[in-house]
């Protein structure tokens, strides 16, 4: 009779923790059209190095995240350039642990393209379903973006 039970609590846990599934880009597609679909998606497009990371466990999260189920990352950028939204040199968001949550695997003192979406208007999020990359993987995209919005003052000045 423990059998059962058993198994109606692992299919209940089961289906409330969906794993992530992302959309694949045509392979036959043109960088072009797939850096121009992400930009007019996504709700900021910047470059920038990753100064802080601090996970937070899901007990603890904010609540102006709504709808988590997973422990989350907050990920500090310093901003180095930005073609859409972001016109300040710091910028957080939020990313899942990974280990099927969606979430991206930043690195603190690296730098990356990132393509960030709000969700459900609350919260800035980048996770491994957009086009989100290291900035030496983003020559491309960067390329196809052509000349920033905004671009790091201190920065511009020691160049």
């Not at 709808?67 to 350039?81: A, L, M, P």
């Not at 910028?91 to 393209?113: M, N, P």
């Amino acid at each position: 009779m423990k059998m059962p039970c058993f198994i109606f609590v692992f299919l209940l846990l089961a289906s409330s923790v969906s794993p992530c599934t992302c959309e694949i880009d045509p392979p036959n597609k043109a960088i072009e059209a797939l850096v121009s679909e992400e930009l007019a998606q996504a709700d900021a497009v910047f470059q920038g190095t990753v100064t802080s990371i601090e996970k937070f466990p899901l007990e603890v999260m904010p609540k102006t995240l709504p709808g988590k189920r997973f422990d989350q990352y907050r990920v500090t950028f310093k901003v180095r350039k930005s073609w859409k939204s972001v016109k300040q040199n710091v910028f957080i968001l939020w990313t899942g642990l990974g280990h099927g949550d969606c979430g991206f695997d930043f690195r603190i003192g690296e730098s990356y393209l990132v393509y960030e979406f709000q969700v459900e208007g609350t919260y800035a999020q980048a996770n491994i379903c957009t086009r989100t990359q290291s900035s030496k993987e983003a020559v491309a995209d960067e390329k196809v973006l052509g000349h920033p919005i905004w671009v790091d003052a201190f920065r511009k000045k020691r160049q």
